[in-house]
């Protein structure tokens, strides 16, 4: 199989919930508490967003991707990072294992490739891989969702409410790049259900 590489690297997650959803959530967990601080919510749903993303390894917001994939000379079909598919614009393939991806090595929806948008898979429509070699295939797509799930909303403001938890019974702030350092330190018997079932629902399997 190719092997997916993320050229954006590192990224800076979109809210995957609001205030008002963290403020009910934290409210059926603790009737009594305050939680006006918006710039605390603010922090911990930026954190939670961006724990989610680690773990599901993705991006849901919906945004123009290029990815660059490796070729073995034996798979005809590679799976995206960034999930469902838009079908518009139309996203494009190349193959090239001399990266000049010009329109020589460009592959022509429904008559060379098709992708199924819901599971990110891309497939070659001849009985011949892709050419073996380190990040020749380039595929640009829209991918991630235009309006994000309510199973995600959920299950990213339940992790926001343990991460506003967390803080107020340490009785110091934290800002979301403290929050984004927490990954390692949460492993999923830690996170809430609702948290967990999401984190299956959509986690990207490697």
Known sequence: MPII???AGDWESDALTTKTILKWVIKTQTPAAAHEDDTLLDYVIAGASHLFEQRCRRIFTRAAYTEYHSGDG?????????????????????????????????????????????????KLLWDVPFNAGFNNIKFGYTGGFSSIPDDIKLGVAYW????????????????????????????????PPFTKQAIENYRLRV
């Open 5 to 7: 590489i993320d050229v």
């Open 74 to 122: 034996m798979s005809d079909v590679f799976r995206v990072k960034n999930p469902p598919i838009a079908s518009a614009p139309t996203p494009t393939l190349y193959d090239d294992t001399a990266y000049v991806f010009g329109s020589d090595t460009q592959f022509a929806l429904n008559t060379d490739f098709q992708f199924d948008p819901a599971s990110g898979l891309v």
């Open 160 to 191: 926001a409410a343990l991460l506003y938890k967390l803080t107020k019974d340490s009785r110091h702030g934290m800002n979301s790049k403290a929050y984004a350092e927490w990954s390692e330190s949460f492993k999923d018997d830690d996170l």
